[in-house]
């Protein structure tokens, strides 16, 4: 059974910082490619940002470049999003995703963690 599960989200100033964690279990973690997405409400899910299944290339929605890295540990099946800078745009439920392209296509979604900025 495949399961991601998303840790540390919650209340963060603007300006402040907090960093996710997705542990990724029952899969061969290393052969996904890792995203992190979000969903404001009222808003369509957008995807965040992304990162290889060799960590060697990541990609970045404008509005976060320079504030957010993704990272991945294909050792631990974790997967991480470091946001700093946070602004209250950043205000959205935050979902990690793993991503199979190989041999045709499979996706796993976790249950997604609330990150909200505001003073």
């Known amino acids: 059974q495949v399961q991601l599960v998303e840790s540390g989200g919650g209340l963060v100033q603007p300006g402040g910082s907090l960093r996710l964690s997705c542990a990724g279990s029952g899969l061969a973690f290393a052969t996904y490619d890792m995203r992190w997405y979000r969903q404001a409400p009222g808003k369509e899910r957008e995807l965040v940002a992304s990162i290889l299944r060799t960590g060697r290339s990541t990609n970045y929605l404008d509005s976060v470049k320079g504030r957010f890295t993704i990272s991945r540990d294909n050792v631990k099946k974790m997967a991480y999003l470091q946001m700093n800078s946070l602004r209250p745009e950043d205000t959205a439920v935050y979902y990690c995703?793993?991503?199979?392209?190989?041999?045709?296509?499979?996706?796993?979604w976790g249950q997604g963690t609330q990150v909200t900025v505001s003073s």
């Open positions: 995703n793993a991503h199979y392209s190989d041999y045709g296509t499979r996706d796993y």
